[in-house]
């Protein structure tokens, strides 16, 4: 497991973070990466307990703190200060994506799951040319030749695949850039270094214009706000099972409209 010795004086927190962070993006530091990494670590504990993730026998709590913080390592490592993204939001991405990378590994997943998630993105995408629109999950379902009830079913049964995707929606381009990122910089001007990041961002927010009022909530309460499915189910007056089928049918119709 990996842990963090915190006696050492040289180790305390930077007293000023902006100034920390642009240092060690010039420097390299490891003094001062280590410090950045100390004083970010509280943030696995937090971005795992909301994950609320039920573990599989051979795998322990503390298990998962250790990979989190190997995602806080790469956070602080690739963190770009100049992007204008908190840091706190691009390394719960990565944390989450840690995380899940490897429940991933262990195969946890039944492949039925996976097809039947497959089975829904490519229905969506087919509706999506003929309708013009996104489809509705009664529209889906009829696609799909089954019942809505099974679709909502298939949809939360694939939370747990589909919620990485907060990590990367495009399996090519920047491997660092989320929907949370997106999310964080709608409104921002942010320059950025390379033209295929800036084609990237516009599709991703052109797509998420597309969803409904109430999918964008979603987005919003669980990428950007970071609240639970359970509080989101709070704010929309809906179970939790159900905020997690909306959220896994964000995913899935953002991934057919990106063609990934």
């Not at 930077?14 to 509280?42: C, F, H, K, V």
């Not at 590994?105 to 089975?119: H, K, N, T, Y």
């Not at 996104?134 to 939370?159: C, F, K, M, Y």
């Not at 999310?183 to 320059?191: A, G, K, R, S």
Request: aromatic content about 4%; charged content about 30%; glycine content about 6%.
């Amino acid at each position: 497991m990996i842990t963090f010795e915190t006696h050492n004086p040289a180790l305390q927190a930077p007293a000023d973070m902006d100034e920390a962070w642009g240092q060690y993006a010039s420097t390299g530091d490891q003094t001062l990466r280590e410090q950045l990494i100390l004083a970010n670590a509280p943030m696995v504990k937090y971005v795992i307990d909301r994950m609320a993730l039920t573990l599989p026998a051979c795998l322990e709590y503390e298990d998962l703190i250790s990979h989190g913080i190997v995602g806080l390592m790469q956070a602080v490592d690739r963190y770009d200060p100049s992007r204008g993204v908190p840091f706190q939001a691009y390394a719960g991405a990565r944390i989450r994506g840690q995380v899940l990378d490897t429940l991933r590994s262990l195969d946890l997943v039944p492949r039925s799951i996976r097809q039947r998630a497959r089975e829904i993105q490519a229905a969506i995408r087919r509706l999506r040319g003929k309708l013009g629109r996104n489809p509705t999950d009664e529209e889906i379902a009829e696609q799909l030749g089954v019942s809505v009830d099974t679709v909502r079913t298939n949809l939360e049964e694939a939370r747990c695949i589909l919620v990485s995707m907060d990590g990367q929606l495009f399996q090519d381009g920047d491997p660092d850039l989320s929907l949370g990122d997106v999310l964080e910089d709608e409104e921002t001007e942010t320059p950025v270094a390379h033209l295929e990041e800036m084609d990237i961002r516009e599709r991703m927010r052109e797509a998420l214009q597309e969803l409904t009022e109430r999918e964008q909530l979603v987005l919003s309460l669980y990428h950007e706000h970071e609240l639970t499915m359970k509080e989101i189910g709070r704010v929309l007056d809906v179970s939790e099972s159900r905020v997690s089928q909306i959220h896994s049918k964000i995913i899935l119709t953002l991934r057919a409209m990106l063609d990934v």
